[in-house]
C-alpha cells in the first residue's frame, strides 16, 4: 500500500507569506492527524480529522493556521500570514482506527524568513 | 496534564553495546504506549507498541519495551545496537477514548564503531 505522502518536502518562505502544506493519507484511513515539531521539542498536536470532519483542533496555535480536509481524502494546511516561529517541521498522519498507531509522511521543514 | 518526558536527549552507545532509552509519561487514564524511529530524512515507523496484557512487547529491529506502572514508565530496549540503529527515537503516549498521542522531545541515538 501506499504510504502517507507530503508534499512540498521543504519550503522557504518570508514573514508575511501564505504556505499550503498538503498532505495524502493511506487510503482508507478516515483519521488524519497533523503534528508539529519545532527545533528540537516535542511532536506537537495540532488537529484531527475523522473523514472530512475537524474532530479536535485544540493544538492550533491561532487563527493563521487553517487546515481542511477535501472529501474526507487528502488535506491540507495554510498558513497565513506566516510568522518566524511557525518554522518546524509539520508531520502528517493517519490510521484507520481511533488509537491504532500512526502512519507518518515524511514531514515538510517550514522555515520562514 | 499529559505529558512525556525522555530524559535522555543525545545517547552515543558502541556497536555490540546494549541500549536503554527512557521514557516517562504523565496520563490520568490507562495509557496505550509507544516507541517510533526517524532516520533522517524520513518519516516516523513504528517499533512497537503496548495496549495490554503482557507487560514486556517486542517489536521490529530486535527492540523490546517493558510498561512499568508504578513507575510511569516504558523504556525501550534493545540488546546488541546494530550501526544501522543511529536514527531518533520518540516516545508517545495515547488512550481509549481519547483522539490524540503525546509524543516526547526524542531521544538522538549515535552509534559508535
Not at chain 1, 482508507?28 to 472530512?52: A, P, S, T
Not at chain 1, 474532530?55 to 487546515?67: C, H, I, W
Amino acid at each position: 500500500e501506499a504510504g502517507v505522502t507530503q508534499f512540498p518536502s521543504h519550503s522557504v518562505i518570508e514573514k508575511g507569506q501564505t504556505v499550503t502544506l498538503r498532505c495524502d493519507p493511506i487510503s482508507g484511513h478516515d483519521n488524519l492527524y497533523w503534528y508539529r515539531r519545532v527545533m528540537g521539542k516535542e511532536i506537537k498536536f495540532l488537529l484531527h480529522f475523522v473523514k472530512e470532519s475537524k474532530q479536535d483542533e485544540s493544538g492550533m496555535p491561532n487563527n493563521r493556521f487553517l487546515a481542511e480536509r477535501t472529501g474526507g481524502t487528502y488535506s491540507t494546511l495554510k498558513v497565513q500570514p506566516a510568522e518566524l516561529e511557525d518554522s518546524g517541521v509539520y508531520f502528517c498522519a493517519s490510521s484507520q482506527y481511533l488509537m491504532s498507531p500512526l502512519h507518518f509522511g515524511n514531514g515538510t521543514r517550514l522555515t520562514v524568513t | 496534564a499529559q505529558s512525556v518526558t525522555q530524559p535522555d536527549i543525545h545517547i552515543t552507545v558502541s556497536e555490540g553495546a546494549s541500549l536503554e532509552l527512557r521514557c516517562n509519561y504523565s496520563y490520568g487514564a490507562t495509557p496505550y504506549l509507544f516507541w517510533y524511529v526517524q532516520s533522517p530524512g524520513q518519516g516516523l515507523q513504528l517499533l512497537l507498541k503496548y495496549f495490554s496484557g503482557d507487560t514486556l512487547v517486542q517489536g521490529i529491529k530486535g527492540f523490546e519495551a517493558e510498561f512499568k506502572r508504578s513507575q510511569s514508565s516504558f523504556n525501550l530496549r534493545k540488546p546488541s545496537v546494530h550501526w544501522s540503529d543511529a536514527a531518533e527515537y520518540f516516545c508517545a503516549v495515547g488512550a481509549r477514548g481519547f483522539n490524540k498521542f503525546y509524543f516526547g522531545s526524542g531521544t538522538k541515538l549515535n552509534v559508535k564503531p
